[in-house]
């Protein structure tokens, strides 16, 4: 298997995988309460510039698939499973910590960091099982 950074085919499915995880996590699963949890309407959330919104956050999807694709160059023949786990560790080791710290700082809520927290370990999972896999 021809691997990672060199796999454009893996990044880009795998940054949409993590951005319809995004669709789905904040649409029906976690919308109501995410929105709650920081003060939008439904109407706030429309009146945004949503070619923007979902053109910058499918770039940022880019950047964090290319840079796990680069990490796992160092596991050209890793299954599945240490793919994955990988990723999440990423995520767990990396961006929780992140935003954990931030949400502190702004005095935001559990409820909120719990909400993306999971987000995040969600969108590297399917990141991962799609540069396995591909």
Avoid: C
């Avoid at 945004?48 to 698939?65: C, H, K, P």
């Avoid at 786990?85 to 502190?104: Q, R």
């Amino acid at each position: 298997m021809e691997f990672y950074a060199e796999n454009w085919l893996a990044i880009i499915a795998a940054a949409a995988a993590g951005f319809v995880v995004g669709g789905i996590w904040y649409g029906p699963v976690m919308g109501k309460k995410w929105m709650g949890a920081v003060g939008l309407t439904e109407e706030d959330v429309k009146s945004g510039n949503m070619g923007l919104i979902y053109g910058t956050t499918f770039v940022l999807s880019l950047v964090a698939s290319t840079t796990l694709a680069h990490l796992l160059t160092y596991f050209p023949a890793a299954p599945l499973g240490t793919v994955v786990l990988i990723a999440v560790g990423v995520a767990a080791g990396f961006i929780l910590p992140a935003i954990g710290t931030n949400y502190l700082f702004s005095q935001k809520s559990r409820t909120l960091f719990l909400i993306d927290a999971t987000y995040w370990l969600l969108f590297y999972a399917a990141m991962g099982v799609v540069h396995a896999l591909l």
